[in-house]
């Protein structure tokens, strides 16, 4: 009897020290994600997972202009650009070159070469070869202020492409109108994706080039963003001009910020992926980092064919949020042609769009298959 009674006294001992266990262990648990609920940003995490979540699905009908004027005769473009390694700057000029064709005019691209010299020389230059449009391509119409004047004296109407931070007329910046998906929309989709992947914790170094206002106005707003999420980081904001220099540049960049942080550093957002995480990719391969890990790689803008290849590949770039360039080149012909017939801008703004590994498929530029061309061509009676 004696011996039984020690036995239940045990089994009940034991008992209660499983379950005190098992209490302790839930409370730890219970704090761990209390810590970790206080360390994260809820409320912008579930706008951010909602905004990914709509622009990864787009797959909108046209809606653009359906009704304008037919097609002016025998017009000639030029296309200032701002660089034509700039992947978007040289999608758009393809673009513009594509639709000059199907509505039967002519098109000359001039180089700025990334510089501000080269840029009001190549906009003076095709105000002076009597151009019938001028296409300010990805940078500041305040940096060529002079040509554009000489542009207006002569009749010329001027375009531009990214060349201001809101799409449509610019008269205070000499253009009759800017093509460009909004500024704000694609800085605010760079942002969410990293909210949203991180699920709020981490590390963030934004690439930006801030002497061009675009660029500038757009990493800014990158970072008003991320700021949303209290609990992410701001490691650094890198200033890196375009220009010749820039992967040499990029590359050391990477390195330095591999060495300080580690895997601190989670993500990166940058204003032209084929541009800054090209250079940075070789750099990250370099510091033996895989394809898949920190930093995961964000372009805010262009989307060029490298930038689509690395997504699908699983190659030191997560997602883009391209630009449709080619669509964008047809609709600054379609709004020459409105200039030319003396009638105002259509003030269409194409819809945000984010492509990730799931939904890139085969292609290597965003190009939407909402009839853009054929919409167009009805319009011009072609």
Known sequence: MKGNTLNKIAKRFIGMSAAAVLITGSFVAVSATAANAATSCPAALAKANAA???????????????????????????????????????????????????????????????????????TQQAVTLKADGIVIGGFDPATVKAAIANAKK?????IGWHAAAISGPAPALGLFTNVTTSR????????????????????????????IPFAE????EIQAQVKTCASLKILEYANIPIGDTIS?????????????YGDQWTHSISINGGLYITPMAAALRAAGKAGTDFPH???????????????????????????????QGWQIVDEFNRAFAGKKASGYVPVVH??????????????PQN???????????K
């Open 217 to 220: 106005g757009k990493s800014q």
């Open 248 to 260: 040499t540049l990029v590359a050391a960049k990477t390195q330095a910020l591999v060495a300080q």
């Open 154 to 158: 002569a009749k010329i109407p001027v």
């Open 184 to 211: 704000l929309d694609v800085s605010n989709m760079s942002a969410n994706w990293v909210i949203s992947d991180s699920k709020g914790v981490g590390g963030v170094v934004i690439f930006t080039d801030s002497s």
């Open 354 to 367: 984010l492509v990730t590994k799931a939904n890139a498929g085969t292609s290597t530029v965003w190009d």
């Open 52 to 122: 990914v979540a709509k622009a990864t699905a787009v797959k909108a009908p046209w809606d653009g202009p359906t009704t304008g004027p037919k097609a002016a005769k025998g017009k000639t473009l030029i296309y200032v650009a701002q660089t034509m390694q700039n992947g978007g700057v040289a999608g758009a000029a393809a673009g513009v070159k594509a639709a000059a064709k199907a509505i039967g005019w002519n098109v000359r691209v001039l180089d700025g070469q990334g510089t501000a010299a080269g840029m009001a020389s190549a």
């Open 371 to 381: 009839g853009y061309k054929t919409q167009y061509k009805k319009i011009w009676g």
């Open 297 to 327: 790689n964000v372009g805010a803008g262009d989307g060029s064919a490298d930038e689509y290849q690395r997504i699908t590949a699983g190659e030191y770039q997560s997602v883009t949020v391209p630009e449709p360039l080619t669509m």
